[in-house]
């Protein structure tokens, strides 16, 4: 138990997806300069992780090693991650049309937004076990919640500040995130 | 959508993954071979220049082999590599791995043969989980695992033979069983490896 | 021949990846700590790019638009695999230093965002063009980048020991918070040079 504990605060804040790892810039540069749009991408982004992690795993190891083709990986993982956003946004659609306005325009994003990928990558090289891989998704895309919506508040502000012309925009976002990412690199202690 | 429509999209997507997909195992198997040199040079190659002590002029990976030495549960045989040192193509060393139990589990090490001579050339820790500072200091120590230089490939190497290190008698004993292994394999497929 | 180069040349500066045209963010920041990561993942990059391009351009009328980005994605998929097994045949160390960044290149926006806006839409020739141009303005991105991150970081070059072994390194730009601060003021820096260049014009 102590371990999965461990494991959920290191990929929330220690190894921070966004800030340490460097996975689903563009999300995070696109949709964090309002509070609103990060909580619609969040939503999305944690819905879709952890669905895509088990998915991927399922094929990697029932599919792709009984079968010798871990070199078709990539093309495989990419290919389940933009099927299986098309089918959320359908079956959302249909089912639960109040939870689809909420997340709808954001999931289309989702295909692109490396943190699903490289989450599932992670999985595979780490060698989790299903539950493993199912708890670091959901870990992870809580990590990447944390760090949007604490960026997000942040712009929110600079917006109404005073902020130099040639660091107005993405130069300033950059560096508030660079400075949050040395209060995550904090943490380090505490995965150890 | 019309029927029609949809039929050419399912062709074409099939298609495009079918092309793709033979490129692809085209690649790879263009690359398999050199994509495994790699990694076994980038696994094995420290402990090979580790263990083989003569002056030799090719690279024992490129000129390993693979030999049988048994079988596992279900019956597939067991297949390890052995590294052949040579010097104006003649060979001057063979090295493979033998594996023992030391104190914190299982133990590998890398031992080079002189095979005309019959007698160990030098040996090479390559996998190991030893306590650290006590188990490990065995490995590091040139006195202990340079004793298994010059000894005669025929006889044990428990007993009396090497001395083990004072204070990691587990590791000592997981290595010399280790290389008692390598050698065994080496004088029973001696023909085969040659 | 001119449309040709206009083509090509507007990767280099005026829409510059990731700096003007802020896609493919991830790997910028990420393989930046040292020079030699950043031109290897660069030129995985041109290749895909290249090959992404010039299928999508050739192929561009035989594609229904509806399938359209899925078809995209297995081009770019199998391009990275390739690269992958390639890199992985010839480069070991780098492959092994660059790890998960490589399939990654799949993911990387500014490769489906070029087939799905320019490719798409243009001659052959033009795309290749452009793709080379993408490409090859990326990885001067990246390796400017990184020699900021690795000369000031730790006094090397390329592995080359730069600055007298008394200098210690300022070890924050070589850790992940650093390449963000790097990033930023990168970018503040182009911001301020066009924006003189932009005053010049108007002064003539």
Same mark, same amino acid.
């Given at each position: 138990?102590?371990?999965?504990?461990?494991?959920?605060?290191?990929?929330?804040?220690?190894?921070?997806?966004?800030?340490?790892?460097?996975?689903?810039?563009?999300?995070?540069?696109?949709?964090?300069?309002?509070?609103?749009?990060?909580?619609?991408?969040?939503?999305?982004?944690?819905?879709?992780?952890?669905?895509?992690?088990?998915?991927?795993?399922?094929?990697?190891?029932?599919?792709?090693?009984?079968?010798?083709?871990?070199?078709?990986?990539?093309?495989?993982?990419?290919?389940?991650?933009?099927?299986?956003?098309?089918?959320?946004?359908?079956?959302?659609?249909?089912?639960?049309?109040?939870?689809?306005?909420?997340?709808?325009?954001?999931?289309?994003?989702?295909?692109?937004?490396?943190?699903?990928?490289?989450?599932?990558?992670?999985?595979?090289?780490?060698?989790?076990?299903?539950?493993?891989?199912?708890?670091?998704?959901?870990?992870?895309?809580?990590?990447?919640?944390?760090?949007?919506?604490?960026?997000?508040?942040?712009?929110?502000?600079?917006?109404?500040?005073?902020?130099?012309?040639?660091?107005?925009?993405?130069?300033?976002?950059?560096?508030?995130?660079?400075?949050?990412?040395?209060?995550?690199?904090?943490?380090?202690?505490?995965?150890? | 959508?019309?029927?029609? $429509?949809?039929?050419?999209?399912?062709?074409?997507?099939?298609?495009?993954?079918?092309?793709?997909?033979?490129?692809?195992?085209?690649?790879?198997?263009?690359?398999?071979?050199?994509?495994?040199?790699?990694?076994?040079?980038?696994?094995?190659?420290?402990?090979?220049?580790?263990?083989?002590?003569?002056?030799?002029?090719?690279?024992?990976?490129?000129?390993?082999?693979?030999?049988?030495?048994?079988?596992?549960?279900?019956?597939?045989?067991?297949? =390890?590599?052995?590294?052949?040192?040579? =010097?104006?193509?003649?060979?001057?060393?063979?090295?493979? $791995?033998?594996?023992?139990?030391?104190?914190?589990?299982?133990?590998?090490?890398?031992?080079?043969?002189?095979? $005309?001579?019959?007698? !160990?050339?030098?040996?090479? !820790?390559?996998?190991?989980?030893?306590?650290?500072?006590?188990?490990?200091?065995?490995?590091?120590? $040139?006195?202990?695992?340079?004793?298994?230089?010059?000894?005669?490939?025929?006889?044990?190497?428990?007993?009396?033979?090497?001395?083990?290190?004072?204070?990691?008698?587990?590791?000592?004993?997981?290595?010399?069983?280790? !290389?008692?292994?390598?050698?065994?394999?080496?004088?029973?497929? =001696?023909?085969?490896?040659? | 021949?001119?449309?040709?180069?206009?083509?090509?040349?507007?990767?280099?500066?005026?829409?510059?990846?990731?700096?003007?045209?802020?896609?493919?963010?991830?790997?910028?920041?990420?393989?930046?700590?040292?020079?030699?990561?950043?031109?290897?993942?660069?030129?995985?990059?041109?290749?895909?790019?290249?090959?992404?391009?010039?299928?999508?351009?050739?192929?561009?009328?035989?594609?229904?638009?509806?399938?359209?980005?899925?078809?995209?994605?297995?081009?770019?998929?199998?391009?990275?695999?390739?690269?992958?097994?390639?890199?992985?045949? @010839?480069? @070991?160390?780098?492959?092994?230093?660059?790890?998960?960044?490589?399939?990654?290149?799949?993911?990387?926006?500014?490769?489906?965002?070029?087939?799905?806006?320019?490719?798409?839409?243009?001659?052959?020739?033009?795309?290749?063009?452009?793709?080379?141009?993408?490409?090859?303005?990326?990885?001067?991105?990246?390796?400017?980048?990184?020699?900021?991150?690795?000369?000031?970081?730790?006094?090397?070059?390329?592995?080359?020991?730069?600055?007298?072994?008394? @200098?210690?390194?300022?070890?924050?730009?070589?850790?992940?918070?650093?390449?963000?601060?790097?990033?930023?003021?990168?970018?503040?820096?182009?911001?301020?040079?066009?924006?003189?260049?932009?005053?010049?014009?108007?002064?003539?």
């Amino acid at each position: 138990m102590g371990d999965y504990f461990l494991m959920m605060i290191s990929a929330i804040f220690a190894n921070n997806i966004l800030l340490i790892r460097f996975l689903g810039l563009c999300p995070y540069v696109g949709v964090s300069s309002n509070v609103n749009g990060s909580v619609g991408m969040s939503g999305a982004a944690l819905f879709v992780n952890v669905l895509a992690s088990a998915f991927t795993w399922l094929v990697y190891n029932y599919l792709l090693v009984p079968f010798q083709l871990e070199y078709l990986r990539t093309v495989a993982f990419i290919l389940v991650i933009a099927s299986l956003v098309q089918l959320v946004e359908i079956v959302l659609q249909k089912t639960a049309p109040a939870l689809y306005r909420a997340l709808g325009i954001y999931l289309p994003l989702i295909t692109t937004n490396c943190m699903i990928f490289g989450t599932a990558v992670l999985n595979i090289n780490q060698e989790n076990t299903f539950f493993e891989a199912v708890l670091f998704a959901f870990a992870t895309a809580v990590g990447f919640s944390l760090a949007l919506l604490i960026l997000a508040g942040l712009r929110e502000r600079f917006a109404i500040g005073k902020v130099p012309t040639m660091l107005n925009g993405f130069p300033i976002a950059l560096i508030s995130a660079g400075l949050m990412g040395l209060c995550f690199q904090g943490f380090i202690g505490l995965g150890q | 959508m019309s029927l029609k $429509e949809f039929l050419r999209m399912v062709l074409i997507l099939t298609l495009v993954t079918g092309i793709w997909g033979g490129l692809l195992s085209l690649v790879k198997i263009a690359t398999q071979d050199q994509i495994e040199y790699q990694r076994i040079k980038n696994i094995k190659a420290p402990a090979l220049e580790k263990a083989i002590n003569v002056e030799y002029t090719n690279d024992p990976v490129k000129a390993r082999k693979k030999i049988k030495v048994g079988t596992d549960e279900s019956g597939n045989p067991i297949r =390890r590599n052995v590294f052949i040192a040579k =010097r104006k193509g003649r060979v001057v060393a063979v090295a493979l $791995e033998g594996y023992g139990t030391g104190y914190g589990g299982r133990l590998g090490v890398m031992v080079a043969i002189r095979p $005309e001579k019959r007698i !160990v050339d030098g040996i090479a !820790v390559t996998i190991y989980s030893e306590t650290p500072g006590v188990g490990t200091k065995a490995m590091k120590s $040139e006195s202990f695992m340079g004793q298994f230089s010059g000894k005669r490939i025929s006889a044990n190497f428990g007993g009396n033979r090497i001395d083990a290190y004072s204070g990691a008698t587990y590791t000592s004993e997981g290595i010399m069983e280790a !290389v008692e292994k390598a050698t065994q394999i080496f004088s029973q497929q =001696r023909e085969k490896i040659l | 021949m001119s449309t040709m180069w206009q083509e090509f040349s507007k990767g280099l500066w005026k829409e510059v990846p990731p700096f003007r045209f802020v896609l493919g963010l991830c790997p910028t920041l990420a393989v930046t700590g040292k020079v030699s990561s950043a031109l290897g993942l660069g030129c995985g990059v041109i290749f895909v790019l290249m090959v992404s391009n010039t299928l999508i351009s050739i192929f561009k009328n035989q594609i229904p638009g509806k399938i359209r980005v899925p078809v995209f994605i297995v081009i770019i998929a199998s391009a990275v695999t390739i690269v992958e097994l390639m890199m992985e045949a @010839y480069f @070991y160390t780098l492959f092994e230093v660059l790890g998960i960044w490589i399939p990654l290149i799949v993911v990387n926006c500014l490769i489906l965002g070029r087939g799905e806006a320019f490719a798409r839409k243009n001659p052959v020739h033009l795309s290749v063009a452009d793709g080379l141009g993408m490409g090859v303005g990326f990885t001067i991105s990246l390796s400017v980048l990184a020699s900021f991150r690795e000369i000031i970081g730790s006094g090397t070059w390329f592995g080359l020991s730069l600055l007298p072994a008394s @200098y210690i390194g300022f070890e924050l730009l070589q850790s992940p918070p650093g390449a963000f601060i790097c990033l930023g003021l990168l970018l503040a820096l182009i911001n301020l040079i066009s924006s003189k260049m932009e005053d010049k014009k108007q002064g003539c």
